[in-house]
């Protein structure tokens, strides 16, 4: 199913697609400060979006919003599907320090998959097929703590991808490894998108979002000042604070 | 889980041991009794032989006699073996034990330091001992557990006409011990004195500087007594074993096996069933 | 006097049935009960924090005493007749640990909570999985805090003397069997076994020690 092209019908079966999904009004305040602010925008599946911003910005915040880690303090988020259980199974993310269990590469996929409730030969062809994209076939059976910042990255990619889910997170997803690696992370997450995933990263890196994304939404200081199409946005933006950005003005 | 089936395992395999320990073997009694019976080895000695020669097993709880009364009054042994006797006779009367029958003495010995600063040692009784102790304020240290030995211990200071916990100073302590403990304590301090059963006393291995300074008195007799705890009371009491295991103790074989234990040519109980 | 091989072996045999079996049942419920008072909110919580952190300082003579007037045939509970046996010592040491194990569990566990949760609810882990997950995470940990509490058992007297008895080839342990040596004068025999059992102890940290040094290196 993973090659079927675009949004819909990841999953077998006839479940309804969960995207798009829908911010309305959406603002967060911790502790009297106001790090989210009246920001809508509609996620559709199918191009790869990133959230481009400065440090600060409150991408990160935006993105655990979306996911339904943290409830926002004003504002609705809703998708297409109103079955919760069918929301929280259909879609992954990938933290920028993923925090990996205290077992083997193998048993920290497997252990997502039984709470999925999937098969056991359909959990092994998952594992292998994961691991195998991942290029973590050969560390199958290491402690996923003992790995490398690189390679546990791949490996919280790998247990997303094992999902199937109909879209995944990824934050920051970059930030912590070497060049080599990015590298090879920005080709695995393409690899995610062209295989029907609806992919949202937050990300400041300008080179990484103009090589990966179809879409950017500019945050600035909790704000959402632009949603435009990638060659768009690069080309012509039309938010002062995003131009500033793209010059380099603003802190990345 | 797996790791949560492991714990239920651990779990039931537990509750197997426990069941099994309470099933263990039925032919056992419980006899409360008191420090100096445990701590002079005469149990070590005696219950081999018991077991050898009517099949019951005899577990000792060796507590003071005070406390063995009290575990008789709950039901929680079948037989005691004390030494007060004002107090088992009241425990008898108060219907919580039958058949008292007297089975073996020794007396008590007043120690002290061997250079005997209060000049006890050949003093014509242990009261007029006491006394001397009292008014040299060296030191005096209580078993202070309502042990028999205890309470004789208070009986004779009420006969010297003494207070010693009201009399002031720090020389009288009451160690709230069992009778080794104090001797310990007693032998720690250098000056002071105690009275201690003489079954204790010779098996006692940690004697240094502290002699044996006043016996023979007869306020020192030192009587121990079987008691059956009242089936009446405590259905759960075994008595046909206990019964077996008292009339055995009481016969002539039982009682001059109480004479063979000997330590240092020594006999450290004395058998007197067969005089009453 | 005490014949130093057999009574030996069987006086550690049972110091060792009574205190791993109440440290395992302790472990069962102290982990489960810790786990669940720093996964979920409710009322009373903090109040059997508080009870429970008290508890961890209760003296053993005390749990005895309580245990034996549980048990005591004038007691509650005196008609299965378990006092004097090693049933009795199991549920004081029980008592005893019970709390310890429970209070470290609800740290160790909180800890991890902060650490895991974002992730695992990303995962989509309801709490009861929660709690399997971070207590099988904390179990280098959690072996720690089993050990302590497997310390506190097997080095307490007073509660294994008043509910045990001290009754040879029954309840002696060697806890009971060093006090009565003690008493006896025999201090060398005493301080032998006071030795033995730190020897004891060390060989069960040591075995644990290498264990989780070696876990660790595989699993991070």
């Not at chain 1, 991408?59 to 079955?83: D, M």
């Not at chain 1, 560390?139 to 247990?159: D, F, I, M, Y």
């Not at chain 2, 709950?74 to 008292?100: I, K, P, S, T, W």
């Amino acid at each position: 199913m993973l090659d079927s092209g675009a949004g819909a019908a990841l999953q077998p079966g006839s479940e309804a697609s969960i995207l798009p999904l829908h911010l309305t009004g959406v603002g967060l305040d911790i502790a009297g400060h106001r790090l989210l602010d009246g920001v809508s925008f509609e996620l559709k599946p199918g191009p790869l979006t990133v959230i481009l911003g400065a440090n600060g910005a409150g991408k990160s915040l935006l993105l655990k919003i979306c996911h339904g880690l943290l409830s926002p303090t004003r504002g609705e988020v809703n998708w297409q599907s109103t079955a919760s259980a069918q929301i929280r199974g259909r879609q992954a993310m990938v933290f920028q320090r993923p925090v990996l269990l205290r077992r083997s590469v193998v048993a920290n996929i497997d252990y997502v998959l039984r709470l999925q409730g999937v098969s056991k030969p359909e959990r092994q062809q998952r594992i292998a097929a994961s691991l195998q994209m991942t290029g973590l076939t050969h560390l199958q059976h290491r402690g996923a703590r003992v790995l490398s910042g690189g390679e546990q990255q791949k490996l919280a990619v790998a247990r997303a991808w094992a999902v199937r889910p109909e879209i995944v997170f990824l934050d920051e997803p970059t930030a912590n490894i070497d060049p080599a690696a990015t590298v090879f992370m920005e080709s695995l997450i393409k690899r995610f998108s062209a295989a029907g995933t609806k992919v949202v990263l937050t990300s400041h890196d300008l080179g990484q979002a103009s090589r990966l994304a179809d879409e950017v939404l500019f945050l600035h200081q909790g704000q959402l000042l632009e949603q435009a199409p990638a060659q768009q946005f690069f080309a012509r933006p039309e938010n002062p604070h995003a131009r500033a950005f793209l010059r380099g003005e603003l802190p990345g | 889980m797996k790791q949560i089936d492991n714990l239920a395992v651990c779990l039931g395999m537990a509750f197997m041991v426990l069941a099994g320990s309470v099933q263990a073997g039925e032919n056992f009694i419980t006899l409360a009794s008191t420090t100096s019976t445990q701590a002079s080895g005469f149990f070590d000695y005696y219950l081999p032989l018991v077991q050898r020669r009517t099949g019951i097993d005899v577990r000792v709880v060796a507590v003071g006699t005070g406390q063995a009364l009290k575990l008789g009054e709950n039901g929680d042994a079948d037989v005691l073996l004390v030494h007060d006797r004002v107090g088992e006779l009241q425990f008898v009367e108060q219907g919580f034990g039958v058949d008292r029958r007297e089975v073996m003495y020794n007396d008590f010995v007043l120690v002290g330091p061997k250079r005997d600063p209060a000049r006890a040692a050949g003093s014509e009784s242990a009261v007029a001992a006491l006394q001397k102790i009292a008014g040299s304020k060296a030191g005096f240290i209580s078993r202070g557990d309502d042990s028999g030995t205890n309470r004789l211990e208070r009986r004779l200071w009420q006969e010297a006409g003494i207070d010693p916990g009201a009399s002031g100073g720090n020389w009288y302590r009451e160690a709230g011990a069992g009778m080794g403990a104090v001797l310990n304590m007693t032998a720690a301090s250098g000056n002071a004195y105690t009275i201690a059963d003489r079954a204790t006393w010779l098996a006692f291995r940690n004697k240094t500087e502290l002699a044996l300074l006043v016996q023979g008195d007869a306020r020192l007799f030192n009587q121990y007594s079987l008691i059956l705890v009242n089936p009446e009371k405590h259905p759960h009491v075994k008595k046909q074993q206990a019964l077996l295991f008292m009339d055995w103790m009481t016969s002539v074989e039982g009682q001059r096996a109480i004479a063979g234990f000997q330590t240092a040519g020594q006999a450290l109980f004395k058998p007197n069933a067969l005089q009453q | 006097m005490l014949d130093l091989d057999e009574s030996l072996v069987e006086i550690i045999l049972v110091s060792l049935r009574v205190s791993v079996t109440a440290t395992v049942l302790a472990a069962v419920v102290g982990f489960l009960l810790g786990a669940v008072l720093a996964i979920w909110r409710f009322p009373g919580r903090g109040a059997l924090l508080v009870l429970l952190n008290a508890m961890m300082g209760l003296p053993p003579v005390v749990v005895g005493l309580l245990v034996y007037l549980l048990l005591s045939r004038a007691g509650p509970m005196g008609s299965l007749g378990l006092l004097f046996t090693e049933s009795a010592m199991i549920i004081a040491q029980w008592l005893l640990v019970t709390p310890l194990i429970a209070a470290l569990t609800q740290q160790i566990v909180a800890d991890l909570m902060l650490e895991y949760r974002e992730q695992l609810y990303s995962l989509g882990a309801k709490r009861w999985t929660m709690l399997q997950t971070l207590l099988w995470e904390g179990r280098y940990s959690l072996l720690t805090v089993m050990l302590a509490g497997f310390g506190r058992a097997i080095s307490e007297v007073g509660a294994v003397l008043i509910v045990g008895g001290n009754i040879a080839h029954h309840t002696r342990v060697m806890t009971t069997v060093i006090a009565l040596e003690t008493s006896k004068g025999n201090l060398t025999i005493a301080l032998a076994l006071g030795m033995i059992l730190i020897a004891l102890a060390c060989m069960i940290n040591a075995a644990a020690a290498f264990s989780k040094i070696y876990a660790a290196r595989l699993y991070g």
